[in-house]
């Protein structure tokens, strides 16, 4: 009995040890006014760099939806499925890479093209976490300068 509850635990544990999102800047549903020369991600649990995926995208959506999160998040899932997939990376893309020092990291920074448009933009990672588990999710936020 014991060993059939230390069994459960241990993949409880395994089933929760994933790499979401702490914190970002700028923060997800946000509107800048300004535009930051990068987007740092900082993740709960450290994530593979190298067997992990970071991209900004513009989000072709609506005026009238810039200030509406929810329909931004909406209009924002094909392009993430579409844009993660292997091979993926066309020129629309405009951060210009990841600055990365270690191979594992809590924190990633993606440098920001110049002259970003006016818009909605995703910011959209699949991780890979230290215990292997894969993580694939997105934040929004608009530039409106």
Request: hydrophobic share 45%; proline share 8%.
């Amino acid at each position: 009995m014991i060993r059939l509850f230390l069994m459960g635990v241990v993949l409880l544990g395994l089933a929760l040890a994933h790499s979401p999102l702490r914190s970002a800047t700028p923060a997800p549903n946000s509107t800048l006014r300004a535009l930051p020369e990068s987007i740092t991600i900082n993740f709960n649990e450290k994530v593979q760099v190298r067997f992990s995926t970071f991209k900004v995208y513009p989000l072709n959506a609506p005026r009238e939806a810039w200030g509406n999160f929810a329909e931004l998040r909406r209009l924002a899932r094909p392009l993430v499925r579409q844009v993660l997939a292997p091979g993926y990376n066309a020129a629309r893309r405009v951060d210009a890479g990841l600055n990365a020092t270690s191979p594992t990291t809590y924190t990633v920074e993606l440098a920001l093209r110049q002259n970003l448009q006016a818009g909605p933009h995703v910011v959209m990672w699949r991780t890979r976490g230290i215990d292997g588990h894969t993580e694939t999710d997105f934040f929004v936020f608009v530039y409106q300068p």
